[in-house]
């Protein structure tokens, strides 16, 4: 890994939402990061509303949320990075990384070239919609959930 993305997500700058903390001075804070001194990245929420990360395994969530936060921090929807930083950053085996990239790469998240190092490209939500439409829960309003006792009889 490049020393300046390993210093960089090192270090912690304070950098709100992609911009410097010390912005425009008339310009109101964002009420949408629940952190507002704390740096953060997004994370797409068709994610959860596609029901798909309901389907994935914690190494899955744990890999692509790493290669966001890549992402994220090079601005760039491609990342060329080898396994072993990729390893040191997030913890996910060898193995587990592996099967994670083949299931990512199925759920149209990511799509990975075999060059040296690995480029991964990260794949917008809006083009998720014709791959994960067969796993997509149904949504409705209604009202709250109501508990009641079940009596089990013995």
């Known amino acids: 890994?490049?020393?300046?993305?390993?210093?960089?997500?090192?270090t912690r700058s304070r950098v709100r939402g992609g911009h410097s903390a010390s912005s425009t001075p008339g310009r109101p804070r964002s009420k949408r990061n629940p952190f507002p001194d704390e740096p953060f990245f997004m994370v797409p929420i068709a994610l959860y509303d596609s029901g798909?990360?309901?389907?994935?395994?914690?190494?899955?969530?744990?890999?692509?949320?790493?290669?966001?936060?890549?992402?994220?921090?090079?601005?760039?929807?491609?990342i060329s990075i080898n396994l072993r930083s990729l390893e040191q950053m997030d913890g996910v085996s060898t193995r587990a990384a592996r099967d994670a990239h083949i299931k990512l790469?199925?759920?149209?998240?990511?799509?990975?070239?075999?060059?040296?190092?690995?480029?991964?490209?990260l794949i917008s939500p809006a083009y998720w919609e014709?791959?994960?439409s067969r796993i997509r829960p149904r949504f409705r309003r209604d009202r709250s959930l109501k508990v009641e006792l079940d009596w089990v009889q013995e």
């Open 1 to 10: 890994m490049p020393t300046d993305v390993e210093n960089g997500l090192a």
């Open 52 to 78: 798909l990360v309901h389907q994935m395994r914690p190494s899955q969530v744990i890999r692509y949320l790493t290669l966001l936060r890549l992402a994220n921090y090079l601005s760039t929807p491609e």
């Open 105 to 121: 790469q199925e759920y149209g998240l990511i799509r990975v070239a075999k060059a040296n190092p690995f480029t991964y490209a």
């Open 130 to 132: 014709e791959d994960v």
